[in-house]
């Protein structure tokens, strides 16, 4: 299995430019997961879906942020606008649920930075 | 919701000792802790998890011991070697209708040759 697959890896940006980070889960897993990592407020939920279905997106931090999953294979974060303080580590996870016993599975992460 | 609150933030030890993460939760029907290590520049990788119907799991040098009634769980590394270096991060969720994680802030281990 290939794993959680994110892109890109790294990107730097404008503020002020919109950033889309894109995820497409392991095969047959039906939860998804984005978190961002800083130094100052570690690993954080941002929203997650069950069955392509946004569960709690509680963690979003505002409405600059907004996250889709159309199909089971695919889910999307953007930015816009971007700043400065949205420079982290987005990692995508995902998980076959309870089956599984909640094991969630991190992607490689996508570095961004805004200037 | 939950809270995970984990000590210490940073931690090292001499190679070939044990190392001790300790992690409380406030969350009383949480019943899922796993832990992570996560290596410079890397992702977030299972170790070790354990189930609230158990009191203690080992794999190898690493064990993970859960008290539900003081609600804390903890990590121990026996045998420490060079490349147990890494930050750890303990977690905790609801086995089911929730499956969201929430993690402590991470521990940094750093093992002395």
């Known amino acids: 299995d290939a794993g959680v697959i994110q892109s890109p890896r790294h990107e730097v940006t404008e503020m002020g430019q919109e950033v889309t980070l894109r995820c497409k889960p392991i095969s047959g897993h039906n939860s998804l997961f984005w978190y961002r990592q800083t130094m100052m407020r570690g690993l954080e939920l941002l929203i997650y879906f069950n069955n392509n279905v946004p569960i709690d997106d509680s963690g979003m931090p505002e409405d600059r942020f907004s996250a889709k999953m159309p199909n089971a294979s695919f889910s999307t974060l953007k930015i816009q606008p971007s700043e400065p303080r949205d420079s982290a580590v987005y990692f995508c996870?995902?998980?076959?649920?309870?089956?599984?016993?909640?094991?969630?599975?991190f992607g490689e992460g996508s570095w961004l930075t805004v200037v | 919701g939950e809270n995970v609150e984990q000590h210490p933030s940073t931690l090292s030890v001499q190679e070939g000792d044990s190392a001790v993460i300790k992690c409380t939760y406030s969350?009383?029907?949480?019943?899922?802790f796993p832990w992570y290590k996560q290596e410079l520049g890397k992702r977030p990788q299972l170790i070790i998890d354990i189930r609230s119907n158990v009191g203690e799991k080992k794999d190898q040098r690493i064990a993970v011991t859960l008290n539900k009634t003081a609600k804390h769980f903890s990590l121990h590394i026996t045998e420490t070697q060079p490349e147990d270096s890494a930050v750890y991060f303990c977690?905790?969720?609801?086995?089911?209708?929730?499956?969201?994680?929430?993690f402590g802030t991470g521990t940094r281990l750093t093992i002395i040759p």
């Open positions: 996870a995902s998980s076959s649920g309870r089956l599984s016993g909640n094991t969630i599975y």
């Open positions: 977690a905790a969720s609801m086995n089911f209708g929730n499956e969201k994680l929430t």
């Open positions: 969350d009383s029907a949480s019943n899922y």
